[in-house]
């Protein structure tokens, strides 16, 4: 199950589970991806960001790597981001060996110009393999390497092993509009454009032409929905649905904390047995805890999916 320039709907950025002490818990791996399955997600990326992957070792990213791909029946993309090629291709080859649909790679903080740009992912693509399909991670927020359309127009082009871009670029709205057009010219390979960001901009991003969501909101049910209704054009019922979740997927994407909140709020749903970080870690203090209810509460009034007491 090789992700195409095809690929729609919402690809899932999963967290890695830990227990108290710091070890991995397969099994909310197990329950996270039982519940990723019936939500309707297309399919799930895991050992980014918000997966911790910087955090763990080589094994144990090839576990956490492994046990979604044997218990998801949707394709599972790695994060294979590593500061040498010789971490990626080793992160990249077990676990495409594993069953991994594809991998995603995000550039490297030492990059400046253009050129600097497409010469690594060109070198990335080879390092990791030319028959291993990529996803490009276009997120100058937190790599603080701004990739131009221009840029990510020359990476589709000279990589045919490029399938895919996360787009994280804000504001973004016309970057996307750019890529389509110059998809629909002929100036440029068809791709996939799955959008991250938490979501913040995901209304307008699929009507722009992004395929779908590729980001961790902790209600990917409701991302899932969300995707459905504007693609089939029920704009305003897709709108409604975003502007619900709006102040929860806002407090979310606070750098920093926003892991600590998705993290309690899975835990909350009942899908991680714990919210805890591997260290370096940021915690949750008490008064963000009981503002995460807050929302949570008023999300109830209109979706029953936040209502996690009953």
Not at 71 to 91: D, E, H, K, S, W
């Amino acid at each position: 199950m090789q992700i195409t320039a095809q690929a729609r709907g919402v690809y899932v950025i999963a967290p890695t589970p830990f227990t108290a002490d710091g070890a991995l818990d397969l099994a909310s791996i197990d329950r996270l991806v039982a519940f990723y399955d019936e939500s309707g997600v297309a399919g799930a990326t895991v050992l980014g960001q918000l997966g911790e992957a910087a955090k763990l070792e080589h094994a144990e990213a090839l576990q956490v790597a492994s046990r979604f791909i044997q218990r998801a029946r949707t394709p599972i993309i790695v994060g294979v981001t590593a500061p040498g090629f010789a971490a990626m291709r080793a992160l990249a080859r077990d676990a495409m060996d594993a069953g991994a649909a594809g991998v995603m790679i995000a550039p490297p903080n030492t990059l400046r110009t253009d050129d600097q740009i497409v010469a690594y992912y060109a070198q990335a693509a080879a390092a990791v393999g030319a028959d291993v399909p990529f996803v490009i991670q276009d997120y100058p927020l937190t790599f603080s390497v701004v990739m131009t359309s221009s840029v990510i127009r020359r990476i589709v082009n000279d990589n045919p092993s490029c399938v895919m871009l996360k787009h994280e670029d804000w504001p973004g709205l016309e970057k996307i509009s750019a890529l389509r057009e110059w998809q629909r010219k002929g100036e440029m390979r068809p791709i996939s454009i799955l959008c991250g960001n938490g979501g913040l901009f995901l209304d307008f991003e699929i009507e722009r032409g992004a395929d779908g969501a590729m980001t961790g909101y902790c209600f990917p049910d409701v991302l899932v929905e969300l995707v459905r209704l504007a693609q089939q054009g029920q704009r305003e019922r897709a709108h409604d649905l975003f502007d619900a979740h709006l102040p929860l997927l806002r407090y979310e994407q606070q750098p920093g904390v926003g892991l600590a909140v998705r993290k309690y709020v899975l835990m909350r749903r009942g899908l991680l047995a714990s919210d805890a970080q591997r260290k370096p870690a940021s915690a949750m203090s008490a008064r963000a805890r009981e503002e995460v209810d807050y929302l949570l509460a008023r999300l109830a009034r209109v979706d029953a999916r936040a209502r996690l007491d009953a």
